[in-house]
């Protein structure tokens, strides 16, 4: 049961004359109870949405005596609002965006002009809302499936349906999902390694916007294939990057600049790994001439960290390793997994590093001694699960604490599969991979549970199989 407020205005008059043309009739004021909306319904596009309150009077007025209003609007839209219905029972074809709204019943008593209202929210769902989008080679091509989430629907190429069966690209790299952040817009990039470079999509109806060359504020130059290695997310920060052939490629989210600037100035081959700190900048590694680089202020170039008093741990200017693969801590500290020149060691270094300031503190530094780690191919970790590395070779993946230097086999997927893919979101634990027992589509995914409750342990939540070649980046989209 929820009471509302009754809507009036009350107007106070100073001393003075004033002629009276009423009647002196005093109106009495009813109240009114609206119930049996739920405070937030969810719905899906083109579905019926169906409400019948229950609204009862304390002077026992009828439908009659009423006016009924259902209308809809957001943030943005507040003052001119979508009118759905005029009876006390809305059943309305949903024809709105998927997004969440404010849904208001309006009931007016029609004798006195004096009416009530019903707040709650509608969450419009659609089947791309919410789920991880797959990417997928298959044939060379860049395919894109959905897996929803809250129905468990598959939608196979979700892509081409979106697209009038095109396919969204050759040599696929990544695939991610950017809501929308300060006056940016929400888009869906995948980035390939073709002569388009990748291709930026509706988050909603997965259409084609653009193609990735045609996103650059300077004209992309030369017809060749365009190299793009990887995407470095915005969080919440003032800007997001990608790498295309180890140069650096920015833009200023906050100011909404859906194109992205000139590579940035300096001598460096960026390593795909980066330290997203989330808040204003990021941390990058220069494999090339093996140092971090940061982008510290919104100039056009890459700069080093200052040593500082760490310098006998790490000197952030002379690392002298191969960055393999980086990983979070918690807020401004991080890890590197690095190989030696030589490829004869791994090493595992702790820091903590501010872009902004560019500070830099080592904490550690060792030669790592996990199991089999010299052969590890895939590599995962989560800032929700300190301190773990996950890494795979051909169907195991082992677990590694950075900081006992302990660890061991976690999972194995069978002597047919082979890891192509791996990643954490949160305490879940993503794997793509192929099953050599098959002819065709050898190519599928699963999801794990990660709990530390007992010590470290998996448990498999979802398995989908035979969709593709081969699993190229699965990501999250809420």
């Known amino acids: 049961m929820k009471y509302l407020h009754l809507l009036c205005l009350l107007t106070l008059f100073g001393s003075s004359c004033v002629k009276d043309n009423s009647t002196g009739r005093i109106l009495p004021i009813d109240d009114i109870l609206i119930e049996g909306i739920e405070d937030t319904l969810r719905v899906s596009m083109d579905d019926n949405l169906i409400i019948d309150p229950k609204v009862t009077s304390k002077?026992?007025?009828?439908?009659?005596?009423?006016?009924?209003?259902?209308?809809?609007?957001?943030?943005?839209s507040q003052f001119v609002a979508d009118t759905l219905g005029k009876n006390r029972k809305l059943q309305v074809a949903v024809a709105m965006s998927p997004g969440t709204y404010d849904l208001v019943l309006r009931v007016t008593d029609r004798s006195t002009g004096i009416f009530y209202k019903y707040n709650s929210k509608l969450q419009v769902v659609n089947d791309f809302t919410t789920g991880i989008m797959i990417l997928a080679e298959t044939g060379g091509k860049s395919m894109v499936h959905f897996l929803n989430t809250v129905s468990g629907k598959f939608i196979e190429d979700a892509y081409g349906k979106g697209n009038e069966g095109a396919v969204a690209g050759s040599n696929p790299v990544s695939i991610t999902y950017n809501p929308q952040n300060f006056s940016f817009p929400a888009e869906v990039l995948i980035l390939n390694k073709d002569l388009d470079g990748g291709v930026v999509i509706n988050p909603v109806t997965f259409?084609?916007?653009?193609?990735l060359r045609n996103s650059f504020l300077t004209p992309w130059q030369g017809s060749d294939i365009i190299q793009s290695q990887g995407y470095v997310g915005r969080g919440g920060g003032l800007q997001d990057y990608i790498i295309i052939d180890g140069q650096l490629h920015n833009r200023s989210v906050n100011a909404g600049d859906i194109k992205f600037k000139p590579g940035l100035l300096g001598d460096y081959y960026l390593s795909?790994?980066?330290?997203?700190?989330?808040?204003?900048?990021?941390g990058f590694y220069d494999n090339k001439n093996m140092r971090f680089l940061c982008h510290n202020n919104t100039s056009g170039s890459l700069n080093q960290y200052l040593s500082g008093s760490t310098i006998d741990i790490i000197d952030p200017n002379k690392v002298n390793l191969k960055l393999i693969y980086s990983g979070t801590v918690s807020s401004n500290e991080y890890f590197g997994l690095f190989e030696d020149p030589s490829g004869q060691n791994r090493w595992l270094l702790r820091f903590a590093m501010n872009s902004l300031s560019q500070s830099f503190t080592a904490k550690e530094k060792f030669i790592v001694t996990a199991a089999d780690i010299m052969n590890a191919e895939k590599y995962a970790s989560s800032s929700a699960l300190q301190n773990y590395l996950f890494y795979s070779?051909?169907?195991?993946?082992?677990?590694?604490?950075?900081?006992?230097?302990?660890?061991?086999?976690?999972?194995?997927?069978?002597?047919?599969?082979?890891?192509?893919?791996m990643e954490m979101n949160g305490v879940e634990l993503k794997v793509g991979f192929r099953d050599h027992t098959k002819t065709t589509l050898k190519g599928g995914f699963a999801t794990y549970g990660i709990s530390t409750l007992g010590g470290i342990n998996a448990q498999r939540t979802r398995l989908k199989e035979g969709i593709c070649d081969r699993i190229v980046d699965l990501t999250d989209k809420k």
């Open 393 to 421: 070779i051909g169907n195991a993946i082992y677990v590694y604490n950075i900081v006992s230097k302990s660890g061991g086999k976690i999972l194995d997927l069978g002597s047919n599969i082979q890891i192509d893919f």
């Open 59 to 76: 002077m026992e007025k009828t439908e009659e005596d009423l006016d009924f209003v259902w209308y809809s609007y957001t943030n943005t």
């Open 207 to 211: 259409k084609k916007d653009r193609v």
């Open 272 to 282: 795909t790994m980066y330290f997203n700190e989330g808040a204003s900048r990021s």
